[in-house]
């Protein structure tokens, strides 16, 4: 599949990001991967669908393909891709309802206590759109998003694979948004990668490995079948390859989305989520020869705070700057910046106080 957004790996080491700030990729992706955990929390206490949280992390991604996280917070973003897909995913939501709960999550607050009417609020609101004007011409106008899921969907209905494999692969394919997955392959490529993981996780380390089931032709296929024994057909390991008859071009495709989301996994704070221990301890494809993307979360470089202003509207920066830092949730406020009046022609200086949540 052929689009505008679906980037070569190399394009990371090239995003505005690195290129013209002191981000390094590794220090992008960790904070993509915030900027998709806020975003998920957000649509979440909104009541989203899950397919409208999709459709924006993937808008996310490709925002920060053409523009730097020191211009635009993470945060605005996510909470801008949200507004816009309750419009175009037709499961609207207010503006002032959006801004709210976002207060709510920069803050740590309950919703209940955000006050609707609040000056914090409203100046939200219009960070909101403003970073929503600038979301559109990213975007180029052009909103649709496919996904994994639909994929893995089609895979599930075409072979009855055991319920857990099906719910691995589904919780693999939501956490493929908190990796630049979505602008680096097409969704078959993902879904696939997700699926063959899955099965991996749940056959056991002594089942077929993850080279074994993506080659581009059974491992066993030159050698002889012993006559008491028929070949396995449909071969189960290696099912999503054959069922979309995947070139070799595009099982390396696998193979390399295969290997960022055990680097994505391998990076993880194993304290903070135990869960994907088991995921850390399947070799990835030895065929993956990109380079590394991720490091620890733990050493990633995290500032304590940074402060910055927006220029007027219409210039080409207009939220705050990035921020990083902290382990996730973190417990004080970093990130403080200033917002713009929009009618006024100077900058009027305010202050969001933020909490790492993301």
């Given at each position: 599949?052929?689009s505008?957004?679906?980037?070569?790996?190399?394009?990371l080491?090239?995003?505005?990001?690195v290129?013209?700030?002191?981000?390094?990729v590794?220090?992008?992706?960790?904070d993509?991967?915030?900027?998709?955990?806020f975003l998920?929390?957000?649509?979440?206490?909104?009541?989203?669908?899950t397919?409208?949280?999709?459709?924006?992390?993937t808008?996310f991604?490709?925002?920060?393909?053409?523009?730097?996280m020191e211009?635009?917070?993470?945060q605005?973003?996510?909470?801008s891709?949200i507004?816009?897909?309750?419009k175009?995913e037709?499961?609207?939501?207010?503006?002032?309802?959006?801004?709210?709960?976002?207060?709510?999550?920069?803050?740590?607050?309950?919703?209940?206590?955000?006050?609707?009417e609040?000056p914090?609020?409203?100046q939200?609101?219009?960070?909101i759109?403003?970073?929503?004007?600038?979301?559109?011409?990213a975007?180029?106008f052009?909103?649709?998003?496919?996904?994994?899921h639909?994929?893995?969907?089609?895979?599930?209905?075409?072979?009855?694979e055991d319920?857990r494999?099906?719910?691995?692969a589904?919780?693999?394919?939501?956490?493929?948004?908190?990796t630049?997955?979505?602008?680096?392959?097409?969704?078959?490529?993902i879904a696939?990668?997700?699926?063959?993981?899955?099965?991996?996780?749940?056959?056991?380390?002594?089942?077929?490995s993850?080279d074994?089931?993506?080659?581009?032709s059974?491992?066993?296929?030159?050698?002889?079948?012993?006559?008491?024994h028929?070949?396995?057909?449909?071969?189960?390991?290696?099912?999503?390859v054959?069922?979309?008859?995947?070139?070799?071009g595009?099982?390396?495709?696998?193979s390399?989305?295969l290997?960022i989301?055990?680097?994505?996994?391998s990076?993880?704070?194993?304290?903070?989520?135990?869960?994907?221990?088991?995921?850390?301890m399947?070799?990835?494809?030895?065929?993956?020869?990109?380079?590394?993307l991720?490091?620890?979360?733990?050493?990633?470089?995290q500032?304590?705070?940074h402060?910055?202003s927006?220029?007027?509207?219409?210039?080409?920066?207009r939220t705050?700057?990035?921020?990083?830092?902290?382990n996730?949730?973190?417990?004080?406020?970093l990130?403080?910046?200033?917002?713009?009046?929009?009618?006024i022609?100077?900058?009027?200086?305010?202050?969001?106080?933020?909490?790492?949540?993301?």
């Open positions: 599949m052929q505008q957004w679906v980037f070569p790996i190399s394009a080491q090239l995003t505005p990001s290129v013209t700030s002191s981000y390094t590794a220090k992008e992706l960790y993509r991967s915030r900027g998709v955990e998920f929390r957000l649509g979440s206490s909104l009541g989203l669908p397919s409208a949280m999709f459709t924006a992390a808008w991604h490709r925002f920060f393909m053409r523009y730097s211009d635009y917070h993470r605005d973003v996510a909470a891709c507004f816009l897909a309750t175009t037709e499961c609207g939501r207010k503006l002032r309802d959006v801004a709210r709960v976002c207060q709510a999550k920069i803050t740590g607050k309950d919703v209940s206590l955000i006050h609707s609040s914090e609020v409203d939200l609101q219009n960070v759109l403003l970073t929503e004007e600038v979301l559109l011409e975007l180029c052009d909103f649709v998003a496919p996904s994994p639909a994929e893995l969907i089609d895979l599930f209905d075409a072979y009855q319920s494999v099906c719910d691995y589904w919780s693999i394919a939501h956490d493929s948004y908190r630049p997955l979505c602008v680096l392959f097409p969704p078959r490529i696939s990668a997700c699926y063959v993981l899955a099965q991996r996780a749940i056959d056991g380390p002594h089942s077929a993850l074994a089931r993506i080659s581009a059974p491992p066993s296929a030159s050698l002889p079948t012993p006559p008491s028929k070949p396995a057909s449909p071969d189960a390991s290696r099912f999503a054959e069922y979309y008859g995947f070139t070799e595009d099982i390396a495709k696998v390399d989305a290997s989301l055990l680097e994505y996994y990076a993880q704070d194993m304290q903070n989520a135990p869960h994907v221990v088991p995921l850390t399947i070799s990835p494809p030895t065929s993956s020869l990109r380079p590394t991720y490091e620890p979360f733990s050493q990633v470089p500032p304590l705070s402060s910055a927006i220029p007027p509207a219409g210039t080409s920066n705050p700057i990035s921020s990083y830092g902290g996730t949730p973190a417990k004080t406020p990130h403080v910046a200033e917002q713009p009046e929009r009618a022609p100077e900058p009027v200086k305010k202050v969001i106080g933020r909490l790492d949540l993301s």
